[in-house]
């Protein structure tokens, strides 16, 4: 039996040519859709080869190397794989056999036609012909299914939500309580609550390099920050994401767009904030439990949620962020002088070195201004470093520093903030694509430095690419910075669904 693989020109498959005896049941059909995703994924070929030794693959020593050679130089209906290979050992099905045979008649079709039919044997045209009616069923079943994939394809395209918008979507469940004595008298409700947050985001372009950004929420996650009795709270131990409700809001609504080669202009009315503008250090490890240890609070020293920012990219490394942001753009009504403008507002700026992926250093400052009742309103300056540093991909550093000072009018009270935080991150921890990180950290108002720190410690598995489970532990020895409180301990699960 002489049997040998060859690639069909029209198809790009592989099929089986020769003196061949097959066997008569026929191979398992394959799916309609894992047809398409192969024929796009391998339809791409190297073209006609001119010589086998263009075929990488192919030996001399190989048992069909003089076949190939001879389809090669006799038929020309030879072509390899867009990586330069034939890949002649792969199996195959029938109805794969059959396309490339079809290819192949083709093409001797042509070589008569061209009148170089002296190339074609007596002997050749009678397998060629055994081998055509073999292989009919499949040949007419292969044509049936490209016409009902093409039907089905037109069909997809004519339904589809748009031809410009993704859907993507995440699904939170937090199992979590708070443990602790007393907190200036109040003692922590420890019950444990299970809570639940659905986003829909969905993300259109127009051009294929602009971005308009729609997102939806709902769902309750309680703030472990407030179970406490008698209204008591601990600003340290909220968590990134309270409050809301089961009705779906808006929470998100920006567009972002390229001007020129090296600019990036954002312009929204809901949801945009300086750390969606500026880099930050996402990158070194995101995860987190409690609020003020996800990201450096300098970000949030202002208000925000309306705005346009422009970042822009002076050299390969350096990048210049700034912006003007306020809570609300629509507040202005008859008697009311707040708006975009009169509002709250702050005035954003970061310059960010970043040489390579390794490391990154950014510096912040932000001028804010918070309208109060009446006459009163509060201004402040906010500045901020961060750093971060990949001392391998398993074993990252990151951190941050901020300091603000406010000044109140009109009977608004003065204050001045401080915050800090390190963290230790360990990608792939156990497996790729988990996540472990320990983390302290800082947040202060109006007080010493080093007497209210807070350490939290997680880990998240990456179960499969769409579902993570992520538990974590947090502990504040001295809530409030008053050594007089019990420690607050906080212990969560976290399953993050996204799709």
Not at 217 to 222: F, H, N, P
Request: glycine content about 10%.
């Amino acid at each position: 039996m002489n049997v040998l693989f060859f690639r069909a020109t029209s198809l790009a498959v592989p099929v089986l040519l020769g003196a061949v005896t097959l066997p008569a049941a026929q191979a398992e059909e394959l799916n309609s859709l894992a047809e398409v995703q192969a024929y796009a994924l391998e339809g791409n070929s190297m073209g006609q080869v001119t010589s086998v030794s263009q075929l990488r693959d192919v030996r001399p020593t190989d048992w069909a190397f003089q076949a190939l050679q001879s389809l090669v130089e006799r038929y020309g209906c030879i072509a390899g794989y867009p990586d330069g290979t034939y890949r002649g050992n792969r199996a195959m099905t029938r109805y794969e056999f059959a396309a490339g045979l079809n290819a192949c008649l083709d093409r001797v079709n042509e070589l008569i036609a061209s009148a170089t039919a002296d190339l074609v044997t007596q002997e050749d045209l009678a397998v060629l012909q055994r081998l055509q009616e073999e292989f009919q069923a499949e040949l007419a079943t292969l044509r049936g299914r490209v016409d009902a994939l093409e039907a089905r394809t037109s069909e997809l395209e004519a339904n589809q939500f748009s031809t410009t918008t993704k859907l993507k979507g995440q699904v939170i469940y937090d199992l979590g309580s708070v443990a602790s004595g007393e907190v200036n008298g109040a003692d922590a409700e420890d019950e444990i609550t299970f809570g639940g947050r659905v986003r829909l985001a969905m993300n259109t372009s127009f051009t294929g390099k602009d971005l308009l950004r729609t997102r939806l929420q709902a769902g309750v996650m309680g703030n472990y920050g407030s179970r406490f009795e008698n209204g008591e709270s601990v600003p340290e131990a909220d968590i990134a994401w309270n409050g809301g409700s089961n009705n779906f809001v808006m929470n998100e609504l920006y567009y972002i767009f390229p001007l020129g080669g090296r600019t990036t202009v954002y312009v929204g009315t809901h949801g945009l904030d300086p750390d969606d503008v500026a880099p930050t250090l996402a990158t070194y490890g995101a995860s987190t439990l409690l609020d003020f240890l996800e990201d450096n609070t300098v970000y949030d020293a202002g208000a925000s949620g309306a705005g346009v920012a422009a970042s822009y990219q002076i050299t390969e490394s350096i990048n210049a962020t700034a912006g003007y942001f306020a809570g609300t753009g629509s507040a202005a009504t008859a008697g009311n002088d707040l708006g975009f403008f009169s509002g709250s507002n702050q005035i954003f700026s970061q310059l960010t070195f970043e040489p390579s992926d390794k490391f990154v250093l950014a510096g912040t400052y932000s001028r804010t201004y918070d309208a109060g009742a009446g006459n009163s309103f509060t201004t402040g300056n906010t500045f901020g470093v961060n750093a971060a540093y990949a001392f391998s991909p398993k074993f990252t550093l990151s951190g941050w520093a901020g300091w603000a000072d406010y000044d109140g009018k009109g009977g608004a009270a003065d204050s001045e903030q401080v915050n800090w935080a390190a963290i230790l991150g360990f990608p792939d921890l156990f497996a790729e694509g988990n996540y472990g990180s320990i983390g302290v950290g800082e947040f202060k108002n109006n007080d010493d430095w080093f007497d209210n720190i807070a350490v939290q410690a997680i880990y998240k598995f990456q179960v499969s690419d769409n579902i993570s489970v992520q538990p974590g532990v947090a502990w504040i020895p001295e809530p409030l910075g008053d050594d007089d409180n019990d420690s607050v301990f906080i212990g969560n699960v976290r399953t993050v669904f996204s799709f």
